[in-house]
């Protein structure tokens, strides 16, 4: 079945940096587009960043663009989140997602999520 693996959250200082990962199984991953969402207690889940099958791919929510950089290692099935020039702001628990198509249905998967929390 396919799980979704995230590890990398913390509490970080503003202006400091974090990598988080997702490690993915149970899918042909490198054929996959995989995308990275937040959310805060109250607000709904927000799409920060997504990657294409290929590595230039890429996307990014206003909010991260210049900061954030999502990257893909097919041969170890695994999406990652570099998250520099961190803001309170940014604090969130962070989920890595996937969307696959098994026709005739398209299925949503999600990871347990984790927590980034930016402080001083």
């Known amino acids: 079945q396919v799980q979704l693996v995230e590890s990398g959250g913390g509490l970080v200082h503003p202006g400091g940096s974090l990598r988080l990962s997702c490690a993915a199984s149970g899918f042909t991953f490198s054929s996959t587009a995989m995308s990275w969402y937040r959310q805060t207690p109250g607000k709904e889940r927000e799409e920060v960043a997504r990657?294409?099958?290929?590595?230039?791919?890429?996307n990014y929510a206003d909010s991260v663009k210049g900061r954030f950089t999502i990257s893909r290692d097919n041969a170890v099935n695994t999406v990652y989140l570099q998250m520099n020039s961190l803001k309170p702001e940014d604090t969130a628990v962070y989920y890595c997602?996937?969307?696959?198509?098994?026709?005739?249905?398209?299925?949503?998967?999600w990871g347990q999520g984790t927590q980034v929390t930016v402080s001083s």
């Open positions: 990657i294409g099958r290929f590595a230039g791919d890429t």
């Open positions: 997602n996937t969307q696959i198509y098994t026709p005739p249905t398209i299925g949503t998967y």
